[in-house]
Structure formats: structure tokens, C-alpha cells
């Protein structure tokens, strides 16, 4: 059994920063994804970025060169460091992992965050 829990968000003013974080524990695996996702009000959930080992998949094309995701495989940790933060990223951000043989997928509670004046 794979847990996922996430920490870090908040309000923050547009052009501010937020670091979330998500610490995992059980079957986790670097070569596996693990990253973030996040849904905003009324919108489907969409992927922001995964991470395999330290190569990461490719940016939400909305976020590309704002948000930056890390891993440390050694502390089943993933990090996404948001910078210049815009109104249109308030969303509830999900930490998420994917067991790649079985396709089960993992998911955090959620953490909302919400980027307004």
C-alpha cells in the first residue's frame, strides 16, 4: 500500500511563490512516476509535471518556466517549487504515483491552493 500526503499550499498574492511538498511511504519505487496533478473549480483534473527517477516529464504548457519539480528518491519525497504564481493555478494540487506493472495509481488528500490579491 502506497500513502501520499501533501503539504505546502496556501493563499499567496499573484507573483508570489509556494513550495508544496509530498512525502510517501510504502512500495515506492524512483523508477516509477510520481509528481503532481491539480484541479481547479469546474475543470477536469490535468497532470502538471511527473518525474521518473530525476528526469521529469514534460511541463504543463501554462506552467513551463514558473514551477519546478524535484525528487529525492533517498526520502520518497517529490517537491514542486511554484514561482510567479497567477491567478488561473488556484487549484486543489494532488500529489500522485503510478505502480508502472500494475498501473495502480496513488493520490494524495489534496492541498488547495489559491493565488488572488
Known amino acids: 500500500q502506497v500513502q501520499l500526503v501533501e503539504s505546502g499550499g496556501g493563499l499567496v498574492e499573484p507573483g508570489g511563490s509556494l513550495r508544496l511538498s509530498c512525502a510517501a511511504s510504502?512500495?515506492?519505487?524512483?523508477?516509477?512516476?510520481m509528481g503532481w496533478y491539480r484541479q481547479a473549480p469546474g475543470k477536469q483534473r490535468e497532470r502538471v509535471v511527473t518525474?521518473?527517477?530525476?528526469?521529469?516529464?514534460a511541463y504543463l504548457d501554462s506552467v513551463k518556466g514558473r514551477f519546478i519539480i524535484s525528487r529525492d528518491n533517498a526520502k520518497n519525497t517529490v517537491d514542486l517549487q511554484m514561482n510567479m504564481l497567477k491567478p488561473e493555478d488556484t487549484a486543489v494540487y494532488y500529489c500522485y504515483y503510478r505502480m508502472l506493472f500494475t498501473g495502480d495509481e496513488y493520490w494524495g488528500q489534496g492541498t488547495q491552493v489559491t493565488v488572488s490579491s
Open positions: 510504502g512500495r515506492i519505487v524512483s523508477t516509477y512516476p
Open positions: 518525474m521518473i527517477n530525476s528526469i521529469p516529464s
